[in-house]
């Protein structure tokens, strides 16, 4: 709560206060480092270690459980951007998720066994299907989806705001249903159906073949796109778009009457959300080896949800840390303690069941009594607080 | 000036043109199914409309809710669903009544009473809890909360019911009678039965007691209302327990005509009914009646009919309504246009 009128003066006059508080070389350099360490520790040490230790590893915090939760970072950063720093709430994140995913199944597999194409692929050149490199869908599936994500977008701005939840919420059921029974639309099979597409390409990285099982080299890539995201993340919010995302957040009419244009301002939200659901989707779907219709549930938005609000809306660390912190409880955590605690007391509960009461209890409790967040951004902070001062209001309009 | 109002009306007129194709789209649809297969599309719309009076319960939770204090109750549906757990409990374990009889109806009206009260109670118990604390905080607030208690119930469904689907054997009469060709089940005039009484006092108790005139006086304007000497805290409590006891009345009905009970049922089955909520123009009372029954309606006949999209893909076209909606027509039905507040 310091004087935050000063500080807006100048964040429309110099560069130096909108990085003030991010420090462009000096994220990027702790970042790495801890990227790189836990690369070395899963790629070289952890193999060294006793036995003891390296099983503790394998059951508490295993590779494919960290590669897991950098995809759940990748897509909460895009929810962050929409939810956090626009604040149009999302509720159906799973469509650009599912998108990204179809992408990867269309286009690095044997799926179109119709036609033949490969470009910048490890597959063999015979296998049929369009077999692209994983940079390109990367790519296209970023653009595919963020493309939905205006189109989504488009005809439901002119909405309240929580009208827009649901039309999101719609649009997230009708996706993964469409792929769900996407066998036979028309006569023309687009997405297998429930059976998914099943095996995706290996990733190719200099010259060496990424197969399902090669996590560290897998992990470099994923830490990387999610370094990407922060890095758009944390660019964008000091820019002129940021800015007029943060003005709507804080006041939509207030905004509009300063010049912020609220159509374009709000698709590019959609956009670069999408963008990144994209790429998350894509990832995932090299790092389970497919696409599988069922998986893309109502629960994935309210997960990425919960991430970003335990985490702080609107700031990237918080949001990275409660998606590192969800995701390893859902996958790993979870499962592990019900175990322990099982084997320890000879009960039979099945702890991941409780996953529900922790997501939903998660989201309540925070906005009941944190609702900033456990790393709050200090702008929001006030704003959420902001009609506690009055007692006036009490309908809520 | 001219430039804007040129492009305004331009918009205008290709989203009129447009409603007015996909209006007219669908009714091709229903006048080629209605010459090809008369007694099919009867038969469609009776379960269209028997699932319609359900939906319209569920509706008019939501829009009660929405009306008093502005908030997508989220997790109303769920409450249904828990209604539907509660009900099957009642009559089938603790009373043990599994076939058509005598004590079968008293139960079943014994179990009408108890679970709206059970359902009351909690929406009451939400509101109070959770929803309460919220009401001045940015919307956003709230909203997520709804979302997260939503999950709650549901892990109490699962919790109570399992992880799958549970049958049960109905103590409502299983039989049917035909009028010329059409199959309409007794259990179909049950529900009408259980539901317009409902509907009729509900309606009464809005337009014409105390505490009806105090809900519409908050919903007008909550601050001018508690100027006035009208208990804010206590009208909104007693809007969620009607709603919440709609819903209780909804879940007995659901498991007993349909004899199934499942923890996600309610997550389903409440989007359809906020769709049709919004469909009739959210906030008003009739409108959500006459949104869950078209609702209800499409449902049925796209499920039903022989040139139809067919029941897999239910959800994608109730869905597609509400987003149409959206585009063209934000209030719905019956709703007035809304003015900002600033």
């Known amino acids: 709560m310091k004087k935050p009128s000063i500080k807006f003066k100048k964040t429309s006059k110099s560069k130096k206060e909108v990085t003030k508080g991010f420090d462009q070389s000096k994220w990027i350099r702790g970042f790495t480092i801890a990227a790189v360490a836990i690369w070395i520790f899963y790629a070289f040490i952890v193999d060294l270690l006793p036995y003891v230790v390296a099983d503790f590893f394998q059951k508490w915090l295993p590779a494919t459980t960290v590669n897991e939760s950098l995809v759940w970072v990748i897509c909460a950063l895009g929810l962050n951007i929409v939810v956090g720093y626009a604040g149009l709430l999302d509720l159906g994140f799973v469509a650009f998720w599912a998108i990204g995913g179809y992408c990867a199944g269309w286009f690095m597999s044997d799926f179109f066994h119709q036609v033949n194409i490969h470009i910048g692929s490890m597959a063999p050149a015979e296998q049929p299907g369009i077999h692209l490199s994983f940079w390109a869908v990367l790519f296209i599936g970023a653009l595919i989806c963020a493309a939905f994500g205006v189109i989504i977008g488009a005809p439901t701005l002119r909405l309240k705001s929580d009208y827009l939840a649901l039309v999101t919420l719609g649009f997230g059921e009708i996706i993964p249903q469409i792929f769900f029974n996407g066998e036979n639309i028309g006569g023309f099979n687009l997405s297998n159906g429930s059976k998914g597409i099943s095996p995706v390409d290996n990733i190719g990285l200099f010259g060496k073949k990424l197969g399902p099982f090669d996590l560290d080299w897998k992990y470099l890539i994923f830490v990387s796109l999610a370094a990407l995201m922060v890095f758009i993340s944390l660019r964008i919010r000091g820019g002129r778009l940021g800015r007029a995302w943060l003005a709507i957040r804080e006041d939509e009419l207030a905004a509009s009457m300063m010049g912020v244009p609220l159509m374009k301002s709000k698709l590019a939200a959609y956009a670069v959300g999408a963008f990144s659901g994209g790429i998350g989707g894509v990832a995932f779907a090299t790092h389970v080896n497919g696409v599988f219709a069922d998986r893309f549930s109502f629960a994935i938005s309210i997960i990425l949800l919960a991430m970003v609000v335990l985490g702080g809306m609107g700031n990237v660390w918080g949001v990275i840390v409660g998606a590192l912190s969800i995701s390893w409880v859902n996958s790993t955590g979870l499962p592990a303690f019900g175990e322990t605690v099982n084997s320890a007391l000879g009960t039979n509960i099945n702890f991941p069941s409780y996953n529900f009461l922790l997501f939903g209890g998660i989201l309540v409790f925070m906005m009941l009594y944190k609702r900033e967040g456990l790393l709050p951004e200090s702008r929001l902070k006030q704003i959420l607080h902001e009609a506690d001062d009055t007692t006036s209001n009490i309908g809520g309009h | ?342």
């Open chain 2, 1 to 342: 000036m001219g430039n804007t109002s040129a492009r305004f009306s331009a918009r205008l007129l290709i989203e009129r043109a447009s409603a007015s194709i996909i209006i007219g789209l669908v009714f091709f649809w229903l006048a080629v199914n209605l010459v090809k297969s008369p007694s099919q599309f009867f038969q469609a719309s009776v379960i269209g409309i028997s699932n319609g009076v359900l939906y319209a319960l569920i509706a008019l939770g939501y829009t009660l809710v929405y009306g008093i204090i502005e908030l997508i109750n989220f997790a109303h549906g769920d409450l249904f669903m828990l209604g539907g757990l509660f009900a099957a409990t009642f009559i089938s374990v603790w009373f043990g009544q599994e076939t058509p009889s005598t004590t079968g109806y008293g139960v079943f009206f014994l179990c009408l009473i108890a679970v709206m009260g059970f359902c009351a109670t909690i929406n009451v118990a939400i509101e109070r809890f959770a929803y309460r604390r919220l009401r001045r905080a940015p919307k956003l607030a709230p909203l997520i909360t709804a979302v997260g208690v939503s999950f709650i119930i549901q892990f109490i469904g699962i919790r109570w019911n399992g992880s799958g689907p549970r049958t049960w054997n109905s103590v409502l009469p299983a039989g049917e009678f035909v009028i010329s060709g059409v199959h309409i089940p007794y259990t179909t005039i049950i529900s009408f039965a259980v539901t317009i009484p409902l509907l009729v006092l509900m309606t009464f108790i809005v337009t014409k007691t105390r505490r009806g005139k105090a809900m519409r006086a908050t919903a007008q304007d909550a601050d001018a209302a508690r100027l006035m000497g009208i208990d804010v805290n206590k009208t909104i409590a007693f809007t969620f327990a009607l709603g919440g006891a709609l819903a209780g009345a909804a879940g007995l009905l659901f498991q007993q005509t349909r004899g199934v009970t499942n923890y996600n049922l309610g997550y389903q089955l409440g989007l359809i009914a906020f769709t049709s909520a919004v469909l009739g123009g959210i906030g008003n009372l009739s409108g959500a009646v006459l949104g869950a029954i078209l609702i209800g309606l499409v449902q049925g006949l796209n499920d039903g009919l022989p040139i139809g999209l067919g029941q897999q893909w239910s959800q994608t076209v109730v869905f597609t309504i509400l987003i149409l909606l959206m585009v063209f027509r934000p209030t719905g039905l019956l709703g007035k246009p809304m003015v900002e507040k600033v």
